[in-house]
């Protein structure tokens, strides 16, 4: 078995590129369906935001990655040669410790960002529920969560919040000389929404205008702000009292044009703000063309936040160390909990127990015969069997489950196994190069993503 990680991020490919690559959360079901239709991957796990999609793949040997670029070609209907130039291909044990940084947020767009952790947990939710996660990467996702969660408590990375929604407000700070007063109309009632709206109201925002195709969305997040809902047909009379717009939509094409915006533009003397933070973007980069008219996309919106950085820096020195310790972690799950090695680990505890006792008895006994020694023997060998067979054909069945790794942690405890090393069963070979490779997978992330 193999882990391979095919991506590209805001590292490696623009805005124009990335878009599209997305995979929406309510297609990811049928392009895991798609991509584990390849005979060489039998799990995988689609991580798609608007600055980063990444495919984790277990395969059956290290044609995985090939299998998983001729699936994104496939999907998206793609020129291969023309894609491979932005895409990055980590192996082995580079894969977990990419992972583990994504979702420390140390591989952000904004370092210390909160929201890639809720982002990664939806993609493997999405994985789950199209059963294309099994043990492998139900253990590498979960163990994953924990690295977010020790970064988050045990260093000050996220402190004073910086992300996209933040870094938008702080670019509109720039335009304006205060908030304080002005409208913002909001279009689209997403996560990204409502955190830059959140961000714009505790700078000062007067006024909340909320526009969403479905209507009750829009009542909704408007509430949130003491702001108003106004009908999604309505969006360009609205637009004309609007100074700042923020649009974060799942369109897959513009829903604000350069026509569109003229006409606004007709009927309004001061600045208009737009802040597309849409991935398609929502806002025709054209409309920059328009006087008075300024458009902001995702990319411009890098580096815009450059307060807190050399902090950050130092705690990501520390968030670092954690991924270490926590890679560590998993390579030693890997030895240890397979569930065939734990099985071997069980029945050579068991036969241990049943040879020493035995040795008693018979040492009790005395006079027994040859055959009747046999027979003991024998019997002795088909209760330890029998008493096995269940509990070790039932962790068999369930070790690939979601919960799997629990059972077999929970077998581990209950006979004492990782109390006793000597015990332990040797490695089988599952990840025999992610275990031996370890300066060669560190180069290639290094080469692959730029870090």
């Keep these: 078995m193999h882990l391979t ?8 490919a623009p805005i124009e590129i990335r878009e599209k690559l997305t995979f929406p959360v309510k297609c990811q079901g049928d392009a895991l369906a798609a991509l584990l239709a390849s005979p060489a991957i039998s ?6 935001t608007c600055n980063r999609t990444e495919i984790y793949a277990v395969s059956i040997d290290d044609s995985g990655s090939d299998a998983v670029i001729d699936f994104l070609c496939d999907y998206h209907g793609l020129d291969r040669h023309e894609l491979i130039r932005y895409l990055y291909i980590v192996e082995e044990r580079a894969v977990v ?4 940084r994504v979702v420390a947020s140390l591989d952000s767009m904004v370092l210390g960002e909160a929201q890639i952790l809720h982002q990664v947990k939806e993609a493997y939710d999405c994985a789950c529920e199209a059963s ?23 260093t000050a990375i996220g402190e004073s919040a910086v992300s996209i929604s933040y870094a938008a407000v702080e670019l509109a700070k720039k335009v304006f000389d205060t908030l304080a007063g002005r409208t913002i109309l909001v279009v689209g009632a997403g996560k990204m929404s409502e955190l830059t709206a959140k961000h714009l109201v505790s700078q000062g925002v007067a006024s909340v205008l909320v526009a969403n195709r479905t209507y009750e969305r829009a009542v909704e997040l408007a509430e949130k702000f003491e702001g108003t809902a106004v009908a999604y047909e309505d969006l360009f009379d609205h637009m004309r009292v609007a100074d700042i717009v923020i649009s974060s939509t799942s369109a897959p ?9 003229a006409e606004v533009m007709r009927h309004r003397r001061d600045p208009l703000f737009l802040i597309d933070i849409a991935v398609p973007r929502d806002i025709d980069p054209a409309v920059n063309e328009l006087a008075n008219a300024f458009v902001y996309d995702i990319d411009s919106l890098n580096g815009v936040v450059q307060s807190n950085l050399e902090e950050r820096m130092r705690e990501a020195r520390r968030a670092e160390v954690i991924i270490d310790e926590e890679l560590d972690s998993f390579e030693a799950w890997l030895e240890s909990m397979e569930v065939v090695p734990t099985i071997s680990a069980i029945r050579a505890k068991a036969e241990k127990v049943r040879a020493e006792e035995l040795d008693k008895a018979m040492k009790r006994l005395g006079g027994l015969s040859e055959k009747e020694l046999e027979t003991v023997e024998a019997l002795t060998q088909a209760i330890v069997n029998k008493m096995l067979h269940g509990p ?8 690939s489950e ?3 790794i629990v059972h077999v942690e929970s077998a581990r405890f209950l006979w004492g196994l990782d109390s006793n090393p ?11 190069n992610f275990l031996g490779g370890r300066e060669k997978a560190a180069e290639t992330l290094k080469e692959e993503t730029g870090d």
């Design 422 to 432: 000597e015990g332990r069963a040797p490695h089988f070979g599952l990840f025999k």
């Design 392 to 399: 070790t054909a039932r962790l068999k069945a369930v070790a």
């Design 5 to 12: 990680l095919v991506g590209l991020s805001h590292k490696t």
């Design 43 to 48: 799990e995988a796990v689609i991580l798609s």
């Design 132 to 154: 294309s996660a099994s043990r492998v990467a139900h253990k590498l996702f979960r163990q994953s969560f924990e690295v977010g969660k020790r970064v988050r408590t045990e």
């Design 253 to 261: 094409g513009y829903v604000i044009s350069k026509p569109d915006v």
């Design 402 to 404: 979601k919960d799997g």
């Design 97 to 100: 410790k990419h992972l583990f």
